[in-house]
């Protein structure tokens, strides 16, 4: 059985010694006062410091109390947590990645820019758009991007649309971004089949839409299979139809957001392209556009001229910028590896691949987990936990902490909002049969375990016990410095 | 290929098309027109042999800064970033199996604590820019005025981010002036320009001319009823005061100079530090230390209702993946460093930098440092020659010039801004001096 590391959680800001860190300067003699306005020169300064052996030690010790998808599966549902091959590791490290500046001149990164510009190029084909921006830092912020491209779009024609509809199985970042940009999120419910239902779509558009925003397929894992009449009502409305591309890992090669008629759409290279989440990020978030939006994307653009690539500003309708620079340039380089190796048969047969582990799973959980709505899924499926909840008061939060103990990462847990005690399952094209099987095992063992108070004490084997969510939300501590603060005013416990 | 058609077989299927009958015949690709996979071996030559094309800071020296730093990278914070379990986690969602990665960026919001003066931190934003965007946003959150106060002093690119994040909040965004001997803000037209209806004052220590503004520790006791939004530089805080201790609200940085390489500007790191009273309105995800079932210490992600996956619409943000990594690395960075090893950097960079700025300052025709202020590590130079031309002149003779100022500064046509850090040696120094006096 799986047992995590544990070591003592010691802040390093509670560790002490003496640095090894040196420059090869001497310290030219003058004090601070003759480099800095006296009112700005710092009084003191409560860093720790100690010798290398301890941070990297340290450091480690951390590391091994982490769980990656290098550690086991990870089917997180809507994140594609597929291996991320190393040869984009061995890539992302050259000088010729880490050593440029952003600023210098174009003859200078011509390497940089083809990669970027045929980046863009591979990007198009596989979603059917006619170009791309690479600037987006993730996958939000390539969805308010799609935002402001979508109000410059209407801005420009002179239209006022100041509503964004949205399907209530969206990812919660959909009307985050939509409000973000200003707009007023409409959201409508989904039909008894898991799918948008077009009725309600029908009633939600108006002279005011502004886009609809949906994936496809949803989070269900299911294809909005309506998805033609669904362009279709919301182009004769006037608005734009955007993709969400968080579920692309689905379909390359089957379908495109082009074909299926999608204005603008954005991708997650940290999903579909398999490049590592970092624990949070960084990820990237490339928008795709067809021609007509094309002119307001943000500057630069990457343009090919006698064989030469240029970063081109000269964009009069162009939002200007999201983000400082051109994109996550080490993350972009991991992607367009990772399309290289692949090529374009080896992304279908990714995507077929996911979509077949899934199905799979699926079919090996559904007697345990009861799957909702109709079966055929794509990459992803939702089963529900409440068959569980009501016959042993096992909720879907005590299958997730039980399965950390067996070496699985969770899946995601109560999402879609529409599906009772949800457990959103992932399983990528990189898990072989064996693998699922045993995973499936785990999951019919958990659902039958003897004492189901082991499961709602789960986990047992990680590095901590079950974490208390309420009283770190209560205490508010962000910092060493908020804590200390904290215990000198009013000793609470010793955390 | 066996285990595929079990697989098949066990769902009732013959083919994989099966798979997606749901897929309406009108709306089906017949593939991709990509080109073939290849092997690992052909994809590292071609990618390697691509990107060969580059130059690099590490073979030229390179005088550009503005927003992205070439510093030393101790060896210590490549390995520990490499370890793949930081590497190839999800944002950590399940604290129990997560408490290193959670730990790591806790610590990541203690040291941008102490170095900021303000008690919270999230635990990062996508990069400077898009900080100062959600800066302005939060700004209104907390006094729902929508005149927010900007640097001319400030690269364009921020002016365009922030542009953007202040068009759905309609926050109106307005420019004031600095000094043009100085290039510290001009503190009458500041004066002039706060009104009622102004929701934040933005300055940037050291700023955009890399100069040390002496104003900035008045600005609060100037303008209490606004919030004040300080950035500033990670490194030069150890020497410089922290900003929460002079009266911000809230400060922001670009986080890149701690560790992070420049990677043609991505990923960067943004650092976002408030009040601790402010916590609930700000944007992005932070960690918060706690307790486990058995009363031991643990971490977990906390304040999740102001987030988008909970609040949805109402979110204080949108912001979902961010730039964990890079705040370990910040967090690594710093713990190499420690205490002593900061504060000489800082100081370093200040030496080197001015010893720089003098030097040119000799050559005849050149105006160096062009502000009469303390710098940090920047400084802006006149040069004779256009600045652009001047670039294309030092390349030749292998150096990367600084940055021309004309896009960000227009009236600044004939200026450039050069950085110097601990990466320059006294030849890097001599051969810039060298190649300046050779080319005019």
């Known amino acids: 059985m799986y047992r995590q590391a544990r070591y003592e959680r010691r802040l390093i800001m509670e560790k002490d010694g003496r640095t090894d860190f040196d420059l090869p300067f001497d310290d030219e003699g003058k004090g601070l006062e003759d480099y800095a306005p006296s009112e700005l020169i710092r009084p003191e300064l409560d860093l720790p410091s100690l010798p290398e052996r301890e941070v990297v030690k340290h450091y480690i010790n951390l590391s091994q109390m982490t769980f990656g998808i290098d550690n086991g599966m990870y089917p997180l549902g809507s994140c594609t947590m597929k291996f991320n091959p190393k040869y984009a590791d061995v890539l992302a490290s050259l000088s010729t990645v880490q050593n440029i500046h952003p600023y210098q001149d174009e003859e200078t990164v011509q390497g940089a820019l083809q990669l970027m510009y045929e980046l863009e190029r591979a990007l198009c084909e596989i979603s059917g758009m006619d170009a791309v921006t690479l600037q987006p830092a993730a996958g939000a912020h390539g969805e308010f991007t799609g935002m402001l491209l979508t109000k410059a779009y209407h801005a420009k024609s002179g239209e006022q649309r100041t509503e964004v509809v949205i399907p209530d199985s969206a990812h919660g970042t959909n009307p985050a971004s939509a409000a973000m940009a200003g707009l007023e999120v409409i959201e409508i419910p989904s039909s008894n089949e898991g799918r948008v239902d077009v009725e309600a779509l029908k009633a939600a558009v108006s002279e005011k839409t502004a886009a609809f925003m949906i994936t496809n397929p949803n989070t269900l894992g299911i294809f909005e299979s309506d998805i033609r009449e669904i362009a279709r009502i919301v182009h004769e409305a006037g608005a734009l139809l955007y993709y969400d591309g968080a579920n692309l890992n689905a379909v390359m090669g089957r379908t495109s957001p082009g074909i299926m008629d999608f204005d603008i759409v954005h991708f997650n290279l940290h999903k579909t392209f398999a490049t590592p989440h970092g624990g949070g990020g960084p990820g990237a978030g490339p928008v795709g556009v067809r021609e007509r939006l094309l002119p307001f994307l943000p500057v630069p653009r990457i343009v090919k001229k006698d064989g030469k690539f240029h970063l081109d500003y000269d964009q009069p309708d162009s939002i200007g910028k999201v983000r400082a620079f051109y994109g996550n340039f080490a993350v972009l380089v991991r992607a367009y590896s990772y399309i290289l190796r692949k090529g374009g048969d080896g992304l279908q047969a990714a995507s077929d691949r996911a979509v077949l582990n899934s199905n799979y799973l699926k079919h090996e959980l559904k007697d345990v987990y009861p799957l909702p709505y109709g079966d055929l899924r794509k990459h992803e499926f939702v089963v529900s936990a409440k068959k569980l909840k009501e016959e042993k008061g096992i909720r879907a939060f005590d299958v997730a902490k039980r399965l950390l103990d067996f070496g699985y990462h969770a899946p995601t847990v109560y999402f879609p909002g529409l599906v009772e005690e949800a457990l959103m399952i992932e399983p990528t094209e990189t898990e072989t049969k064996e693998s699922l099987d045993e995973f499936a095992a785990v999951m019919r063992r958990i659902a039958l375990e003897d004492d189901p108070q082991t499961v709602r004490e789960a986990p047992h084997n990680a590095a901590v016990k079950r974490v208390d969510e309420v009283y770190a939300a209560k205490e508010a501590i962000l910092s060493w410095r908020a804590y200390r603060k904290k215990m000198a005013k009013e000793k609470p416990e010793t955390l | 290929m066996r285990h595929q058609e079990e697989m098949l077989a066990e769902l009732g299927m013959r083919s994989l098309d099966q798979l997606f009958e749901d897929i309406p015949e009108d709306v089906r690709t017949k593939g991709l027109r990509l080109p073939k996979g290849i092997s690992e071996m052909e994809v590292l030559r071609e990618v390697r042999q691509t990107l060969s094309r580059n130059l690099t800071a590490d073979d030229h020296p390179c005088f550009l800064g503005a927003g992205v730093y070439h510093h030393f990278i101790p060896s210590a914070v490549r390995t520990i970033l490499s370890r793949s379990e930081f590497l190839t986690s999800y944002t950590p969602y399940q604290a129990e199996v997560s408490q290193g990665m959670l730990q790591a960026l806790f610590e990541y919001q203690s040291y941008m604590a102490e170095l900021t003066g303000l008690d919270a931190v999230n635990s990062s934003n996508y990069d400077a820019s898009t900080a100062l965007g959600e800066a302005a946003t939060m700004c209104t959150r907390l006094n729902e005025k929508r005149r927010f106060l900007i640097p001319e002093a400030l690269s364009w690119e921020k002016k365009s981010v922030l542009k953007n994040y202040a068009w759905g909040?309609?926050?109106?965004?307005?420019?004031?002036?600095?000094?043009?001997?100085?290039?510290?803000?001009?503190?009458?037209?500041?004066?002039?320009?706060?009104?009622?209806?102004?929701?934040?004052?933005?300055?940037?220590?050291?700023?955009?001319?890399?100069?040390?503004?002496?104003?900035?520790?008045?600005?609060?006791?100037?303008?209490?009823?606004?919030?004040?939004?300080?950035?500033?530089?990670?490194?030069?805080?150890?020497?410089?005061?922290?900003?929460?201790?002079?009266?911000?609200?809230?400060?922001?940085?670009?986080?890149?100079?701690?560790?992070?390489?420049?990677?043609?500007?991505?990923?960067?790191?943004?650092?976002?530090?408030?009040?601790?009273?402010?916590?609930?309105?700000?944007?992005?995800?932070?960690?918060?230390?706690t307790r486990d079932a058995e009363g031991e210490r643990a971490f977990c992600m906390t304040l999740q209702t102001r987030e988008q996956h909970i609040r949805r619409s109402k979110a204080t943000s949108n912001i979902c993946t961010n730039e964990a990594l890079m705040a370990v690395a910040a967090s690594a960075y710093l713990s190499v460093l420690g205490k002593e090893g900061l504060q000489s950097l800082a100081k370093v960079n200040m030496v080197r930098a001015r010893k720089l700025t003098d030097m040119i300052g000799e050559i005849d025709g050149f105006e160096s440092p062009f502000f009469d202020a303390y710098h940090f590590n920047e400084f802006v130079v006149r040069t004779p020659v256009r600045p652009e031309k001047l670039n294309k002149l030092l390349l030749k003779k292998g150096i990367i010039g600084g940055l021309p100022l004309v896009e960000h500064i227009p009236r600044l046509n004939e200026h450039m801004l050069l950085c110097s850090t601990e990466m320059h040696s006294d030849e890097d120094h001599s051969g810039l001096i060298a190649a300046l006096k050779d080319v005019i």
């Open chain 2, 169 to 289: 909040p309609k926050i109106e965004v307005v420019e004031y002036s600095y000094d043009p001997y100085t290039g510290e803000l001009d503190l009458e037209d500041l004066r002039s320009k706060v009104d009622a209806e102004t929701s934040g004052v933005y300055v940037e220590v050291p700023n955009f001319f890399g100069v040390i503004d002496s104003h900035a520790h008045l600005l609060k006791e100037q303008f209490p009823e606004v919030a004040l939004v300080v950035g500033m530089n990670p490194i030069s805080l150890g020497a410089l005061k922290a900003p929460g201790d002079y009266g911000a609200d809230i400060v922001i940085g670009e986080g890149q100079p701690l560790g992070i390489p420049m990677n043609f500007g991505g990923p960067l790191l943004g650092i976002f530090a408030c009040r601790q009273e402010h916590v609930r309105k700000m944007p992005g995800r932070v960690i918060g230390m």
